[in-house]
């Protein structure tokens, strides 16, 4: 049906087409074009999206999709019902040397000069809320879980990990608050274009593509917190090299505020593996998710006592003197024990 859509609606007839993550992506003459499903969202977000692409792309950003017109010069095609767009990239090579620090750094200078006032797709300033929001629903569940008594190894484990985890939680809402009341933001703390969770998959590694429907707009803190943590959890053991690169190739571009570090900090400090665990299995009925969800929190609470060290030697690992930049710690034993 894609392919029926791309000729009645755009004349475009694909030579070949590949399946990349989740995405079918259709090729003509070395311009590959990517048919995205949008029924459910709001025109309000899609007109945002189009503007920050719109926005990387006249940066010269070579990368990031495109949003491409139809036959009637309209950007939103409506097939059966159903609601499209068509997105354009020109240009995907992988560069041979990634450097995920420097790339992200400029992709983050080039969207902190967008014009334009974004609400729809922004989180700028709202991470306490949504943490408030996202701990009051777990409150709800855990209470539930309670009541109704414990009837598997995950309900257990969740009454039991609860409580701890909460503390993480109101910790990190805290440490927000703090900084927020303490810190003044400078030029560089302006918001930009983010990604909702930036890690090393998500440009792609066949080729790159940067895509809106990946994207918030947000405090460029937040990519710089996810990428850290989803490389503390693939490798565990020797991710310090990797994120000391990434921070020194980013900061050689632009250099991090107090407040940057602060808000890094207190992304890392919201148990957010912990947090879509939960969410995760009690919104699904999946016996499989159910049975991959459990080993995950085993295996998260397992390991919590070395999270906890990570988070309280943050800076020290990374050679930053928490006192010099303003930064205050948190006495973990004394404040969660």
């Known amino acids: 049906m894609s392919i029926e859509i791309l000729r009645e609606y755009f004349n475009i007839t694909p ?6 993550g989740k995405y079918l992506r259709y090729v003509k003459e ?3 074009y990517t048919l995205v499903p949008v029924t459910n969202m709001k025109e309000e977000v899609l007109v945002e999206l189009y503007l920050m692409s719109d926005h990387l792309a006249s940066q010269g950003d070579r990368n ?8 009637d010069q309209k950007f939103l095609v409506t097939h059966q019902e159903e609601d499209y767009v068509l997105l354009l990239n020109s240009y995907t090579k992988v560069p041979a040397k990634r450097s995920f620090g420097r790339k992200l750094a400029k992709f983050h200078q080039r969207g902190r000069s967008i014009q334009v006032e974004i609400q729809h797709t922004s989180s700028l300033g709202k991470w306490k809320v949504y943490w408030e929001k996202r701990l009051e629903q777990i409150e709800k569940v855990w209470y539930q879980v309670v009541q109704e008594n414990p009837n598997n190894d995950f309900d257990h484990m969740f009454v039991e990990t609860y409580p701890y985890y909460m503390g993480l939680c109101e910790n990190a809402i805290q440490y927000i ?3 927020e009341l303490d810190e003044e933001p400078l030029d560089i703390d302006v918001g930009t274009v983010c990604h909702e969770r930036f890690n090393n998959d998500i440009w792609g590694n066949r080729m790159w593509i940067r895509n809106p ?15 850290i943590r989803q490389q503390y959890f693939r490798k565990n053991k020797s991710f310090l090299p990797d994120v000391q690169n990434f921070l020194d190739e980013y900061q050689g571009v632009t250099s991090l505020s107090s407040f940057s570090w602060r808000l890094i900090y207190a992304r890392l400090l919201f148990p957010l593996h912990y947090v879509e665990c ?9 016996e499989k998710q159910h049975k991959q969800l459990e080993e995950r929190l085993h ?7 070395e999270y906890e060290s990570f988070l309280g030697n943050f800076f020290q690992l990374l050679g930053r003197n928490p006192v010099k930049w303003n930064i205050p710690e948190i006495g973990w034993f004394n404040v969660l024990g």
């Not at 030579?15 to 990349?20: E, M, P, V």
């Not at 918030?216 to 917190?225: K, L, N």
């Not at 295996?299 to 006592?305: E, V």
């Open 299 to 305: 295996k998260h609470i397992r390991d919590s006592a």
């Open 30 to 32: 070395e311009k590959i």
């Open 177 to 179: 608050v703090d900084t």
């Open 15 to 20: 030579d070949t087409s590949f399946l990349d």
């Open 213 to 227: 429907f990946d994207w918030v707009f947000d405090h460029a803190s937040r990519d710089i917190a996810e990428w």
């Open 64 to 71: 990031v999709s495109v949003f491409y017109a139809a036959k």
């Open 278 to 286: 939960i969410e995760q299995y009690y919104l699904t009925n999946s």
